[in-house]
């Protein structure tokens, strides 16, 4: 892999097939989350109790659940929350993870020794018993159980940046750009940020679908919500207690929960085919001697559930 | 695909230039540096992930002195003893020091409200989750080096093209929604598992496996195609060297040359991805634990955050971490053990 990374634009992604369909899918889901409870058939909180457990019809295109309630309206309605908040944790990771990662470089030997020990330490964490630890803590709001899922994610971000900033950081341009008298923010801004964009928006996408997963995890036990409202994850749950009656029901929250997550992986293939970015640098949790480098489109987002 | 580069710090040297013989002394001085250099980024590792877990207690905004005495009784008197019977009073760093002093001692305090020993509590579920994990370990490796190694010697073929399809399905689904689908497929349309509950070991083997097979298959899924798709991409490019070239002209068997000159080259990358997946692995045993209704690790802490009992919460994550980077110290051991110099330096 060569050091010079063309930065890419949207147009050079989207000449992928793949690409094409995973910006679609996530168009859809974007449409939904914006507009998802006003362009829902039915309301998604009416109780009818002579529909039970209806199979797909024409008034019910997915079905009704075990309150009769209509399950197309109840899946459009619930995006909302489910994306929004795994766009928070993203959020959160980005920023907690990618400015120290750049950072790491350029301040030296010990704040480099303890940014990457505290990462090494978040990462012997599981989620769940750290974002449910946390709103043992701090309350039980899916607002606040955001925070720490977004704490989580930011080691993968802090490791990707920190490798593609150490590549760059040591290129002989930005050697001759110091020389020349450039001060560091301004290295970091022309040379590095942009080299280093490439690798972020893979992992971003790939940490979306990884949030998405815990989402939908939490919302599945219960965190964060109370029971009207419609998640995807609340809805797979209360399918679950009645499996007898329905046992196709959990397969469509389900895979709407798998299409979203498989757009965006796709949508980081993508981009990290197009660029050339993202390797990203699994080294070992703990240390060891050996480095490792795995290989491409392994380090893809796994659920965190 | 990028290449897969596996390089051995500290002892780097021009390609093809014999290693210098090193002196007895010298070995053991570099084999202590070694030792030295892995304890001093895994203490810190312990020590900041213990404090992390003792901290989130501190961050809570509950009284637990108020809570332990009840409404009525939590005069500020009463609240000021208990608070400095329990240490409450004095700094976080105190507290957190003889927490871990008292955790390393195997007490992990007791739970505010029933008073029970949190090591007992934690003891009596870490059976139901230590099966799963392990199990799903097992399968994991079996099923995941199976596949990537069928798939990494009849490259391109119909089995290959199938592993990898079904790899990337797999990464799109959650472990509960697996969990769900097994459910739905092995023990409500066909009666071949139990769906719910947990049976020891002591009941005997079968009925112990049967209860737990299901949730670590669910568990081990994903794991198994990050095994098979890491070790099909490295097993390609170690079948391809000129040393398994080499060996086959010299006439060894193929199942010895895959075994002993292949796999043990091209394992190094899948199982750096298993100490990856493992803290995942816990957390989807969770998943696990409440699709299947285990009374394990996870139904615990989720009762306990719901009831905000910090000791017991504490005490869940301690042990949860511990385990996490005891698997890590052990898959790297593996690796050193895998990649050992022939000198008899373990690199």
């Given at each position: 892999?060569?050091?010079?990374?063309?930065?890419?634009?949207?147009?050079s992604?989207?000449?992928?097939?793949?690409?094409?369909?995973?910006?679609?899918v996530?168009?859809?889901i974007?449409?939904?989350?914006?507009?998802?409870?006003?362009l829902?058939?039915?309301?998604?909180?009416?109780i009818?109790?002579?529909?039970?457990?209806q199979?797909?019809?024409?008034?019910h295109?997915?079905?009704?659940?075990y309150?009769?309630?209509?399950?197309?309206?109840?899946?459009?309605?619930?995006?909302?929350?489910?994306v929004?908040t795994?766009?928070?944790?993203?959020?959160?990771?980005?920023?907690l993870?990618?400015?120290?990662g750049i950072?790491?470089?350029?301040?030296?030997?010990?704040?480099?020794?303890t940014a990457?020990?505290?990462?090494?330490?978040l990462?012997?964490f599981?989620?769940?018993?750290?974002?449910?630890a946390v709103?043992?803590?701090?309350?039980?709001?899916?607002?606040q159980?955001m925070?720490?899922?977004?704490?989580?994610?930011?080691?993968?971000?802090?490791?990707?940046?920190?490798?593609?900033?150490?590549?760059?950081?040591?290129?002989?341009?930005?050697?001759?750009a110091?020389?020349?008298?450039?001060?560091?923010?301004?290295?970091?801004?022309?040379h590095?940020?942009?080299?280093?964009?490439?690798?972020?928006?893979?992992?971003t996408?790939?940490?979306t679908a990884?949030?998405?997963?815990?989402?939908?995890?939490?919302?599945?036990?219960?965190?964060?919500?109370?029971?009207?409202t419609?998640?995807?994850?609340?809805?797979?749950?209360?399918d679950?207690d009645?499996?007898?009656?329905?046992?196709?029901?959990?397969f469509i929250?389900g895979?709407?929960?798998?299409?979203?997550?498989?757009?965006?992986?796709?949508?980081?293939?993508?981009?990290?085919?197009?660029s050339?970015?993202?390797?990203?640098?699994a080294?070992p949790?703990?240390?060891?001697?050996?480095?490792l480098?795995?290989?491409?489109?392994?380090?893809?987002?796994?659920s965190?559930? | 695909?990028?290449v897969?580069?596996?390089?051995?710090?500290?002892?780097?040297?021009a390609?093809?230039?014999?290693?210098p013989?090193?002196?007895r002394?010298?070995?053991?001085?570099?084999?202590?540096?070694?030792?030295?250099?892995?304890?001093?980024?895994?203490?810190?590792?312990?020590?900041?992930?213990?404090?992390?877990?003792?901290?989130?207690?501190a961050?809570?905004?509950s009284?637990p002195?108020?809570?332990?005495?009840?409404?009525?009784?939590?005069?500020?008197?009463?609240?000021a003893?208990?608070?400095?019977?329990?240490?409450?009073?004095?700094?976080l760093?105190?507290?957190?020091?003889?927490?871990?002093?008292?955790?390393?001692?195997?007490n992990?305090?007791?739970?505010?409200f029933?008073?029970?020993?949190?090591?007992?509590?934690?003891?009596?579920?870490?059976?139901?989750?230590?099966?799963?994990?392990?199990?799903a370990?097992?399968?994991?490796?079996?099923?995941g080096?199976?596949?990537g190694?069928?798939?990494?010697?009849r490259r391109?073929?119909?089995?290959?093209?199938?592993v990898?399809?079904?790899c990337?399905v797999?990464?799109?689904?959650?472990?509960?929604?697996?969990?769900?689908?097994?459910?739905?497929l092995?023990?409500?349309s066909?009666?071949?598992f139990?769906?719910?509950?947990?049976?020891?070991?002591?009941?005997?083997?079968?009925?112990?496996?049967?209860?737990?097979f299901?949730?670590?298959?669910?568990?081990s899924l994903?794991?198994?195609?990050?095994?098979?798709?890491q070790?099909?991409?490295?097993?390609?490019?170690?079948?391809?060297?000129?040393?398994?070239t080499g060996?086959?002209?010299?006439?060894?068997?193929?199942?010895?040359?895959?075994?002993r000159?292949?796999?043990?080259?091209?394992?190094?990358?899948?199982?750096v991805?298993?100490?990856?997946?493992?803290p995942?692995?816990?957390?989807?045993?969770?998943a696990?634990?409440a699709?299947?209704?285990?009374?394990g690790?996870g139904?615990?802490?989720?009762?306990?955050?719901?009831?905000r009992d910090?000791?017991v919460?504490?005490?869940?994550?301690?042990?949860?971490?511990?385990?996490?980077?005891?698997?890590?110290?052990?898959?790297?051991?593996?690796?050193?053990?895998?990649?050992?110099?022939?000198d008899?330096?373990?690199a």
């Amino acid at each position: 892999m060569s050091g010079r990374r063309p930065v890419i634009g949207p147009g050079s992604i989207l000449r992928l097939p793949s690409a094409r369909i995973a910006v679609g899918v996530l168009a859809v889901i974007a449409i939904l989350a914006a507009f998802g409870s006003t362009l829902a058939p039915q309301n998604p909180l009416a109780i009818n109790a002579n529909a039970l457990f209806q199979g797909p019809s024409a008034h019910h295109l997915l079905g009704t659940d075990y309150l009769g309630r209509d399950v197309l309206s109840r899946l459009m309605a619930g995006t909302r929350l489910s994306v929004l908040t795994a766009l928070e944790a993203v959020g959160i990771g980005l920023v907690l993870g990618a400015i120290p990662g750049i950072a790491t470089v350029f301040m030296g030997r010990s704040f480099d020794f303890t940014a990457n020990r505290v990462s090494d330490a978040l990462m012997t964490f599981p989620s769940i018993f750290f974002v449910v630890a946390v709103t043992a803590a701090l309350g039980n709001g899916l607002v606040q159980a955001m925070i720490p899922v977004g704490i989580l994610l930011a080691p993968a971000f802090f490791r990707v940046t920190r490798a593609a900033t150490l590549e760059h950081a040591r290129a002989q341009y930005v050697e001759a750009a110091e020389l020349l008298g450039a001060s560091k923010l301004h290295v970091i801004r022309v040379h590095v940020l942009r080299k280093v964009l490439p690798n972020i928006m893979v992992t971003t996408a790939a940490m979306t679908a990884a949030a998405l997963l815990t989402v939908s995890f939490l919302t599945f036990l219960g965190i964060g919500v109370q029971p009207p409202t419609p998640t995807w994850g609340g809805i797979l749950s209360s399918d679950l207690d009645y499996l007898s009656q329905a046992p196709w029901a959990p397969f469509i929250p389900g895979a709407l929960i798998a299409v979203t997550v498989g757009a965006l992986n796709a949508l980081a293939d993508a981009v990290r085919d197009r660029s050339g970015a993202g390797t990203l640098v699994a080294s070992p949790i703990l240390p060891t001697d050996l480095s490792l480098e795995l290989a491409d489109g392994d380090r893809q987002s796994r659920s965190i559930a | 695909m990028t290449v897969i580069t596996l390089t051995r710090g500290g002892t780097a040297d021009a390609a093809g230039a014999p290693p210098p013989r090193r002196r007895r002394g010298l070995r053991v001085r570099v084999a202590l540096a070694r030792i030295g250099g892995g304890l001093a980024v895994l203490v810190p590792i312990v020590f900041l992930s213990s404090f992390i877990t003792y901290c989130l207690g501190a961050l809570s905004n509950s009284n637990p002195a108020a809570t332990i005495l009840g409404q009525d009784a939590a005069t500020p008197a009463a609240v000021a003893r208990l608070d400095q019977a329990l240490g409450l009073d004095q700094s976080l760093i105190v507290q957190y020091w003889n927490w871990l002093v008292q955790a390393l001692h195997g007490n992990l305090g007791r739970s505010y409200f029933t008073q029970i020993p949190v090591s007992q509590s934690i003891s009596q579920r870490l059976p139901v989750d230590l099966s799963i994990a392990i199990l799903a370990v097992i399968l994991a490796i079996v099923i995941g080096g199976t596949a990537g190694t069928v798939a990494a010697i009849r490259r391109g073929g119909w089995f290959d093209r199938g592993v990898t399809a079904v790899c990337s399905v797999v990464s799109t689904l959650p472990a509960f929604v697996v969990g769900i689908i097994l459910v739905v497929l092995f023990a409500v349309s066909v009666h071949a598992f139990p769906a719910n509950g947990y049976v020891g070991p002591s009941a005997g083997t079968g009925p112990w496996l049967s209860h737990i097979f299901l949730p670590s298959l669910a568990l081990s899924l994903q794991v198994a195609s990050d095994i098979a798709r890491q070790l099909r991409t490295s097993l390609v490019q170690v079948l391809d060297q000129n040393y398994i070239t080499g060996a086959k002209v010299r006439g060894l068997p193929y199942r010895r040359i895959l075994v002993r000159h292949a796999l043990r080259n091209a394992a190094g990358p899948a199982l750096v991805t298993l100490g990856y997946d493992f803290p995942q692995m816990l957390a989807g045993a969770v998943a696990a634990e409440a699709v299947f209704s285990l009374p394990g690790l996870g139904q615990l802490l989720l009762e306990s955050a719901e009831t905000r009992d910090i000791p017991v919460v504490q005490g869940l994550l301690l042990v949860i971490s511990t385990f996490v980077i005891v698997v890590n110290l052990v898959i790297n051991t593996t690796l050193n053990w895998l990649y050992r110099t022939d000198d008899g330096m373990s690199a």
